[in-house]
C-alpha cells in the first residue's frame, strides 16, 4: 500500500491539537538554530511541515534545535550515537512535467515527496563545536532581569533550562524548556511565560485527578507548550 505523506503529517498535527496545543502569539524572536530547526551543516533554516515536526521531537529535552543526516555526522567527522532514532523530515521538490504531446505549453508542476531521517546533534558524537552550536540569539529585549522573580523560581524546585530555543514542559522529563531571556521582546513577556509554563509543571502534582486521563498517564504526556 503507498504512503500518503500528506496525510501521515497532517495526522500527527491534529493530534497534537486534540492534545489541547492552541493558537498564539510567541513574544520571543526566532534564530535558526537556537529556537528554530535548521540544518546543523547548512545552517538553513527548515520550513513549512519539517518545523513542525521536528518541534513535535523536542520533548526528548535537547538543548538547541540543530539537525543534519547520518551521512551529514559523517561527513563532518562525527557520527549518530548507537541506539538513538532519528526524525523523519519531508523533502518537496517541484518537477516540470510535460504532456504527451511535449507542448512546452503543456508543463505542468508536480511535487515530489522525499522523505529523511534526521537527527539532532546531541544524538551525536564527535561533532565539530561549528556544528553543534549556532549563531547567537538574536538579543531583542532591552529589559534587565527582575532579581524578585527569579529568586521565586528557583524557590519552586522547578528544573527550568533556559536557552532550550521554545518554552514548554516535559511530564515525562519533568522539567521546563525557556527560550534565552535576550531572545524575548521583555522581561515581562520572559516571566510571563515561565509562570505559565511553572502552571503546567505544577499540575500533576497539586491538581486533582482528571477521570478521563489517569495521573500516570498525565505524567507521561507530551510536553506543553505556552
Same mark, same amino acid.
Given at each position: 500500500?503507498?504512503?500518503?505523506?500528506?496525510?501521515?503529517?497532517?495526522?500527527?498535527?491534529?493530534?497534537?491539537?486534540?492534545?489541547?496545543?492552541?493558537?498564539?502569539?510567541?513574544?520571543?524572536?526566532?534564530?535558526?538554530?537556537?529556537?528554530?530547526?535548521?540544518?546543523?551543516?547548512?545552517?538553513?533554516?527548515?520550513?513549512?511541515?519539517?518545523?513542525?515536526?521536528?518541534?513535535?521531537? !523536542?520533548? %526528548?529535552?535537547?538543548? /538547541?534545535?540543530?539537525? *543534519?543526516?547520518?551521512?551529514?555526522?559523517?561527513?563532518? $567527522?562525527?557520527?549518530? @550515537?548507537?541506539?538513538?532514532?532519528?526524525?523523519?523530515?519531508?523533502?518537496?521538490?517541484?518537477?516540470?512535467?510535460?504532456?504527451?504531446?511535449?507542448?512546452?505549453?503543456?508543463?505542468?508542476?508536480?511535487?515530489?515527496?522525499?522523505?529523511?531521517?534526521?537527527?539532532?546533534?546531541?544524538?551525536?558524537?564527535?561533532?565539530?563545536?561549528?556544528?553543534?552550536?549556532?549563531?547567537?540569539? !538574536?538579543? %531583542?529585549?532591552?529589559? /534587565?532581569?527582575?532579581? *524578585?522573580?527569579?529568586?521565586?523560581?528557583?524557590?519552586? $524546585?522547578?528544573?527550568? @533550562?533556559?536557552?532550550?530555543?521554545?518554552?514548554?514542559?516535559?511530564?515525562?522529563?519533568?522539567?521546563?524548556?525557556?527560550?534565552?531571556?535576550?531572545?524575548?521582546?521583555?522581561?515581562?513577556?520572559?516571566?510571563?511565560?515561565?509562570?505559565?509554563?511553572?502552571?503546567?509543571?505544577?499540575?500533576?502534582?497539586?491538581?486533582?485527578?482528571?477521570?478521563?486521563?489517569?495521573?500516570?498517564?498525565?505524567?507521561?504526556?507530551?510536553?506543553?507548550?505556552?
Amino acid at each position: 500500500m503507498r504512503r500518503d505523506l500528506y496525510e501521515e503529517v497532517s495526522n500527527r498535527i491534529i493530534a497534537e491539537l486534540e492534545r489541547g496545543a492552541a493558537p498564539w502569539v510567541k513574544p520571543w524572536s526566532a534564530t535558526a538554530g537556537a529556537n528554530s530547526p535548521c540544518n546543523a551543516v547548512t545552517n538553513r533554516p527548515y520550513s513549512g511541515c519539517n518545523v513542525i515536526l521536528l518541534w513535535l521531537a !523536542r520533548d %526528548r529535552g535537547w538543548p /538547541t534545535p540543530r539537525f *543534519l543526516t547520518f551521512k551529514q555526522a559523517i561527513e563532518a $567527522g562525527g557520527n549518530v @550515537r548507537k541506539g538513538e532514532r532519528g526524525t523523519k523530515v519531508i523533502f518537496v521538490k517541484q518537477l516540470q512535467i510535460k504532456d504527451d504531446n511535449g507542448d512546452e505549453a503543456d508543463t505542468r508542476l508536480v511535487p515530489m515527496l522525499r522523505e529523511y531521517t534526521v537527527f539532532n546533534v546531541a544524538q551525536c558524537e564527535n561533532l565539530p563545536d561549528s556544528i553543534k552550536t549556532g549563531k547567537p540569539v !538574536r538579543v %531583542r529585549n532591552p529589559d /534587565t532581569r527582575d532579581a *524578585l522573580a527569579d529568586d521565586f523560581l528557583r524557590s519552586t $524546585g522547578a528544573d527550568i @533550562r533556559e536557552g532550550h530555543g521554545e518554552a514548554y514542559f516535559v511530564p515525562s522529563r519533568d522539567f521546563i524548556s525557556m527560550p534565552a531571556f535576550e531572545a524575548f521582546k521583555s522581561a515581562d513577556h520572559f516571566y510571563n511565560v515561565a509562570f505559565h509554563e511553572l502552571t503546567h509543571n505544577a499540575e500533576p502534582r497539586i491538581m486533582p485527578r482528571r477521570p478521563e486521563l489517569p495521573r500516570k498517564t498525565q505524567l507521561e504526556r507530551p510536553g506543553n507548550a505556552a
